[in-house]
């Protein structure tokens, strides 16, 4: 783009960064302040309000970055879109923050708001900070985020202190029964390290990550040099605070921090000290995730991009179509060893690789507002996290050909294949998941495979709780296993709120002509209408399994639940979701021998 007639002056130049610096800031201190609320809240039991906050604190950035989109273009009125402007003032907004410990977050503000004034492709490195290394600050002992607890006598002891320490404003039901269940289990986990070979130490994160109902106290412990996460799940409930369980290993850990909840709201100053304590505790957790489940989702994808950038780089792999069933509206590619897979929007509904068909009509803006309805409910664990690039540019020759074929043929509004380069306009990202037919007839080991058949059942009903319907039900090639065994959904262009849906049961034939009638043209179906007389006999499940999934799972089949369910959430209620195995609950650790 050409120089503007009206280069801006120095003044407005350096006006524009600290405007920006600013605006970054208040972003920050909103940031902080909606993540705050979310104690008293917990306190109060007031779950409508938390689930206002949580979706304030969503909305956040984009709404910063359009405000300052604005104050920038009175700012610098027709240099708005001129990048030799924008490469003064990222010298003086480098300028403007060196030396601050949040310079990384910094720096993903302002390339946020050049990319969306600019509507940059690729990486401009004149306007943009791009680093492959991620920015640290020197660690400062004043910074320290954990208090640290000796155990030399009886633990109770200690953690019904740490329990106090917290200060929340309700009561606990009864703090010194907690601190003892508590106890006895890290008392068992630490007991084949230690043996009788003296105290272990226990560090707790100051403050409280809250999440849905819960607020979890999160810490280490460290004993004869091995590391074990401690996780305390706490509920508020009418009688009091509980403990409703007590969380000693990495894969608890990770399921809890898992990419298919909800973001947390934890009031930490230091950011990287966070980060660095989580890495402690969760060592395979990509560094990107991490920031996602805090609630950084911009920085989060600066660091997913820095090690995407890395790793198409030094792999030299090819992005490939992502093995399953091709999805009638968008396109899924990845690449190979790496954990995540890439979604683009197809100009229209169709198949590419067989002659099925689809009845599908529907548009690229009403996938969009369908992800945007996912993204703004509660995931409770069930919906993988999405997150939304663009213009991203590759060397065409890391596509392999078939990929290029379908971008080609069915993605031309998303894709652009020019002679060296493929720039993507607009596609998702999102983890990994082992789609849920495959599992079915891959995994070897019964046990796993009955945990999964019966976590489907529950599956379905946290999403019923969270308002959340997935219209093709039957259709389970859009459900997916983690390498947790949590069944969760990736595909969000058929889910429908479960307020919209009218849940019916087929009304029998009237007379014998009617009962040589076919379904379709005796009975008037709104669009709307869902019958559970088919839910059993489609549900996707094979047949030898299902006797499992009915045992448990029965009421799925009722008219019944599906009502019951609607009126909760027309009600605004707020489900209650356990992140872990429910075995491991101490009401239900009492009961087992």
Request: charged residues 30%.
């Amino acid at each position: 783009m050409a120089r503007s007639t009206q280069f801006p002056s120095t003044t407005t130049v350096s006006h524009a960064a600290h405007l920006i610096l600013a605006m970054h800031e208040e972003h920050r201190a909103d940031f902080e302040r909606l993540t705050g609320m979310s104690r008293l809240t917990f306190e109060q039991r007031d779950w409508k309000e938390r689930q206002r906050i949580a979706t304030m604190r969503l909305d956040l950035y984009e709404n910063s970055l359009d405000l300052a989109e604005q104050m920038l273009s009175q700012c610098l009125g027709d240099s708005l879109r001129d990048p030799q402007v924008w490469r003064l003032i990222k010298s003086r907004f480098r300028s403007a923050i060196r030396g601050r410990y949040d310079r990384d977050l910094a720096e993903t503000y302002f390339n946020s708001t050049t990319r969306k004034i600019l509507q940059t492709v690729g990486i401009n490195r004149d306007v943009e900070f791009f680093s492959q290394r991620t920015p640290n600050p020197k660690k400062n002992p004043s910074r320290r985020i954990f208090r640290t607890y000796h155990v030399n006598g009886p633990t109770e002891k200690v953690i019904a202190d740490i329990l106090r320490q917290f200060g929340f404003e309700a009561r606990f039901r009864d703090l010194e029964a907690d601190a003892t269940l508590v106890s006895q289990e890290i008392n068992l986990r630490v007991w084949p390290i230690m043996h009788y070979r003296g105290g272990f130490e226990i560090d707790m994160i100051k403050a409280p990550f809250f999440r849905n109902k819960v607020a979890y106290l999160v810490g280490r412990i460290r004993a004869d040099g091995h590391l074990l996460p401690l996780i305390l799940p706490l509920y508020n409930s009418l009688d009091g605070i509980y403990v409703d369980t007590a969380l000693l290993d990495e894969v608890d850990a990770s399921i809890v921090f898992s990419f298919a909840f909800s973001y947390f709201h934890v009031q930490v100053k230091w950011h990287h000290e966070l980060i660095e304590f989580l890495r402690s505790i969760l060592p395979s957790k990509p560094l990107s995730d991490l920031y996602f489940s805090l609630g950084y989702t911009k920085h989060g994808k600066t660091e997913f991009y820095r090690m995407l950038h890395s790793f198409v780089h030094e792999s030299r792999e090819k992005f490939v179509i992502a093995p399953g069933k091709e999805g009638a509206v968008m396109i899924g590619f990845t690449l190979p060893d790496l954990g995540y897979v890439f979604k683009i929007i197809k100009d229209r509904p169709c198949f590419l690789r067989s002659e099925e068909t689809t009845s599908k009509r529907t548009t690229r803006e009403e996938i969009v507002r369908q992800y945007e309805f996912v993204c703004h409910r509660d995931r409770v664990g069930r919906l993988v996290d999405t997150q939304e690039f663009e213009n991203l540019r590759f060397k065409r020759k890391r596509f392999s050909a078939d990929l290029l074929h379908e971008f080609a043929t069915a993605a031309s509004g998303a894709v652009s294949i020019e002679r060296e380069y493929v720039v993507i306009h607009h596609l998702y990202l999102q983890r990994k998941v082992t789609p849920l037919p495959i599992y079915l007839m891959e995994e070897q080991d019964a046990e796993s495979i009955r945990r999964v058949v019966i976590d489907f059942g529950y599956f379905l009903k946290d999403l019923a709780s969270i308002g959340i319907f997935p219209s093709d039900l039957f259709n389970i090639w859009n459900y997916g296993v983690t390498r947790r065994g949590r069944v969760v959904l990736f595909d969000y262009d058929d889910v429908c709120p479960l307020e919209q849906v009218n849940f019916r049961h087929k009304p029998p034939p009237k007379n014998e002509l009617e009962e040589l009638e076919d379904d379709s043209d005796r009975i008037a179906a709104m669009p709307n209408d869902f019958f559970l007389d088919e839910t059993e006999r489609y549900s996707g499940i094979p047949f030898p399994l299902k006797g499992i999934f009915r045992r448990i799972h029965g009421d799925l089949y009722t008219a019944d639940f599906w009502k019951e369910m609607k009126r909760r959430v027309r009600r605004g209620e707020l489900a209650d979701i356990t992140p872990y195995d429910r075995r491991k609950k101490f009401e239900n650790r009492l009961l087992t021998v």
